[in-house]
Nanobody, 123 residues
Framework: QVQLVESGGGLVQAGGSLGLSCAASVRTYSRYAMGWFRQAPGKEREFVATISWSGTSTYYAGSVKGRFTISRDNAKNTVYLQMNSLKPEDTAVYYC????????????????WGQGTQVTVSS
C-alpha cells in the first residue's frame, strides 16, 4: 500500500511561482513512476507531468511545458512540482499519483493517489 501526501499549495498572483511536494510512505518508493495531475471545478482530471522511477525521464503536458518542472528525491520518498510563470488557468486541485508503469499520464492507470492540494492563481 502506498500513501501519498501533497503539500505546498496556496494562493499566488499570475506570473508567480509555487512549489508542490508529494511524500510517499512506502519502502519501495523508488520502484514507482510518479505523476502530477490537476482538476479544475467542473472539469475532468488532467495530466500535468510525470517522472520515471529513476528520475531520468520526464514528460509534460503541452500547457505546462517550459513552465513546470517535475523532480524526485528517492532518498526522501518525495516528488516535487516546481511551477513558474503561473497563469489563472493553472488554478486547480493538484494531485500526485503513483504507478509501477512509466509514463503516468492516464488517471485511470494510477494505483495510488494523494488527497490533493489547492493551487489558486489570481489575475
Amino acid at each position: 500500500q502506498v500513501q501519498l501526501v501533497e503539500s505546498g499549495g496556496g494562493l499566488v498572483q499570475a506570473g508567480g511561482s509555487l512549489g508542490l511536494s508529494c511524500a510517499a510512505s512506502v519502502r519501495t518508493y523508488s520502484r514507482y513512476a510518479m505523476g502530477w495531475f490537476r482538476q479544475a471545478p467542473g472539469k475532468e482530471r488532467e495530466f500535468v507531468a510525470t517522472i520515471s522511477w529513476s528520475g531520468t525521464s520526464t514528460y509534460y503536458a503541452g500547457s505546462v511545458k517550459g513552465r513546470f518542472t517535475i523532480s524526485r528525491d528517492n532518498a526522501k520518498n518525495t516528488v516535487y512540482l516546481q511551477m513558474n510563470s503561473l497563469k489563472p488557468e493553472d488554478t486547480a486541485v493538484y494531485y500526485c499519483a503513483a504507478d509501477l508503469i512509466y509514463p503516468v499520464v492516464n488517471p485511470g492507470q494510477c494505483d495510488y493517489w494523494g488527497q490533493g492540494t489547492q493551487v489558486t492563481v489570481s489575475s
